[in-house]
């Protein structure tokens, strides 16, 4: 009983643990099995492992090549990071640091349009890419992934920055420094973990968007969530691919995660839980 | 910050040089308008297209019959049985799985707040599902769970002598929200681990001494602490959920009575090419992201006081 009590919740948090990661696990295992392998019933934990799933999905087995969905996500996903990052810093920077009246306000306006449902501004902007020749251009999504994702980064940027002593700031502006070196001589080097977290979330959820990619791009800048989608209606018979594709199309997210568990609870929490 | 700034503006010799306090005013302005203006214009602006675009009967196929209706399209989208079962889908799939994946997240939270071996590894093993990009989760449990072919939980049923059953035809929207589950749990279990973390210790402590037993500690102090997080993962679930398209674009396409509104505009202006229904159910969609969107500000603003207060 006494055993029971001191051992109970790490046992349970473990079998706990196992169970949410089971589904990943059995991707990653099926991700290595044939396709005959992969489809049957009762599943195989002992099949042979190969690599073909993943020489399917990159394209030598005649399938489309995912390279090039792969390299729009990239694009995507860095470049509205990094426009996010150029337009959040000095938003963040005046909300935090110098003073502007009635700024809880603003700040509240960055966040309230985040609760704008991506749908609500879908059609007339297809419509508006559509007559100015932008459908399927990927710089089209850089600039609403940008948008997407300025109010969370300009909120967790300003609880970030707001941990900077304003001494510091006001002594560089004694000795005369402008405000692109007091950015980027005084803030950034103390804010630096917070805008990294920032940048990690801002390219996860860029990295993860469907809905604008699939409306908005076709041939040319399909992003890999979409390339994904080419897979819904399979109907097993490339199961190992499927996984395959799946953990491929993951690897960022996860691995960025992982990296930084810590800094993303605080950023997607708007930085209130700390 | 507030408090600790406001003084530095407000001094009388500032105020006194007044062009100067202007300019000085929209020095400080300035940086902020950047990114302001590109979100009015990225956000706001298609917004208030949809909306005019919403008092119109313009089906996209047939542009030149377009024509102004007023209200004509919302009351269509109110009385059409379809479009009113999505509204009630969008509300049952947000509060199920906000309900269940917050449970959940604070069972596995108060587990993993106990030191044990391995702590560090069942962390990283729980936290998995949310770095799974939606749409391959989702593909993850149709193809790789639920087919009911070769999928593993009719596998791991079958082991038992279990039945095997077709899942995401039997029950469409269960299948959808157990995914969502899965994936959205860890997601509270972090924010109420974080809030866990920052309990008061001594005053635990204290508690215990005074022959206070777990469950009256749980109760009494662990819960009422964790309030604003229970909160806070409610509403940052709701507004992330209420606007889901991966799971139900995935798993059942929209079928077998699993389409959510977001997935409803999509399908009436991407398919159907109705410009104006799609637009007033986009609309209708913001409506109710706004009644959770004011609750949710408050409930930050709060959060956001207190740290004002603290500071």
């Known amino acids: 009983m006494r055993a ?6 790490g046992l349970l948090a473990w079998l706990a643990g196992i169970v949410f990661f089971l589904p990943i696990a059995w991707m990653a295992l099926t991700s290595f099995h044939s396709e005959t392998d992969a489809a049957t019933n ?9 690599l073909d799933g993943y020489r399917e999905f990159f394209g030598s087995g005649g399938g489309a090549s995912p390279w090039p969905a792969l390299a729009n996500s990239a694009v995507a996903s860095v470049a509205s990071t990094l426009l996010v990052l150029l337009l959040a810093l000095p938003a963040a920077y005046a ?3 110098r003073p502007v009246r009635k700024w809880t306000d603003v700040l509240f306006f960055f966040l309230s349009t985040k609760m704008l449902p991506a749908v609500a501004g879908l059609l007339p902007l297809y419509l508006f890419a559509r007559n100015a020749g932008l459908l399927d251009n990927i710089w089209l999504l850089v600039v609403l992934y940008t948008s997407m994702n300025l109010p969370i980064a300009v909120w967790m940027m300003q609880s970030f920055l707001a941990e900077v002593p304003v001494a510091v700031i006001e002594a560089a502006r004694v000795d005369g420094a402008r405000l692109p ?6 803030v950034a080097p103390i804010a630096l973990p917070g805008i990294a977290a920032t940048a990690l979330i801002c390219f996860i959820f860029s990295w993860n968007e469907l809905l604008f990619a699939r409306v908005l791009t076709g041939v040319v800048a399909e992003t890999a969530p979409v390339f994904l989608t080419g897979f819904i209606t399979s109907q097993g018979l490339f199961l190992a691919k499927v996984c395959a594709a799946s953990l491929v199309i993951s690897l960022p997210v996860l691995a960025a995660g992982f990296a930084a568990q810590d800094k993303l609870v605080q950023g997607l929490s708007l930085g209130a839980v700390k | 910050m507030t408090a600790t700034t406001a003084p530095l503006t407000r001094t009388p010799a500032r105020a006194a040089r007044r062009p100067s306090a202007r300019l000085r005013a929209w020095a400080t302005r300035a940086p902020l308008l950047p990114a302001l203006v590109f979100l009015i214009a990225v956000t706001q602006l298609p917004f208030v297209a949809t909306l005019v675009i919403s008092f119109f009967d313009w089906n996209a196929l047939y542009p030149k019959a377009r024509r102004f209706t007023g209200l004509d399209n919302y009351r269509q989208v109110l009385t059409d049985a379809d479009l009113r079962h999505s509204v009630w889908t969008t509300v049952l799939l947000t509060a199920a799985v906000v309900l269940a994946s917050l449970v959940l997240g604070l069972v596995l939270a108060l587990l993993l707040d106990r030191r044990f071996r391995g702590r560090g590894i069942v962390r990283t093993l729980l936290i998995a599902p949310f770095l799974v990009v939606p749409v391959a989760a989702a593909l993850l449990w149709k193809h790789v769970l639920y087919n009911p072919e070769y999928g593993l939980l009719n596998g791991l049923s079958h082991y038992v002598g279990g039945p095997q059953p077709d899942w995401v035809s039997r029950t469409p929207l269960l299948a959808v929200e157990a995914s969502l589950v899965w994936q959205w749990t860890p997601f509270m279990m972090l924010i109420l681990l974080a809030g866990l973390q920052s309990r008061d210790q001594q005053q635990i402590e204290a508690a215990r001494v005074d022959g ?12 009422p602490h964790l309030r604003r997080y229970l909160e806070l993962g409610a509403l940052l679930g709701s507004i992330y959920i209420v606007q889901n398209f991966d799971a139900v674009f995935t798993i059942t396409s929209g079928g077998l009575g699993t389409a959510n509104l977001p997935y409803t505009v999509y399908q009436s202006f991407y398919q159907a090419h109705e410009n104006g229904l799609a637009s007033a159910a986009g609309v209708l969609v913001v409506i109710g992201s706004l009644v959770i969107a004011t609750f949710a500000l408050r409930v930050v603003s709060s959060l956001f006081r207190e740290e004002v207060s603290r500071a």
């Open chain 1, 42 to 50: 009762p599943p195989s934990f002992t099949a042979a492992l190969t």
């Open chain 1, 181 to 186: 070196v007091v950015l980027t001589r005084v």
């Open chain 1, 4 to 9: 029971l009590r001191r051992h109970g919740p």
């Open chain 1, 95 to 97: 909300l935090s640091i």
């Open chain 2, 212 to 223: 206070a037993g777990d469950w009256q500690i749980f109760v009494h102090l662990t819960l």
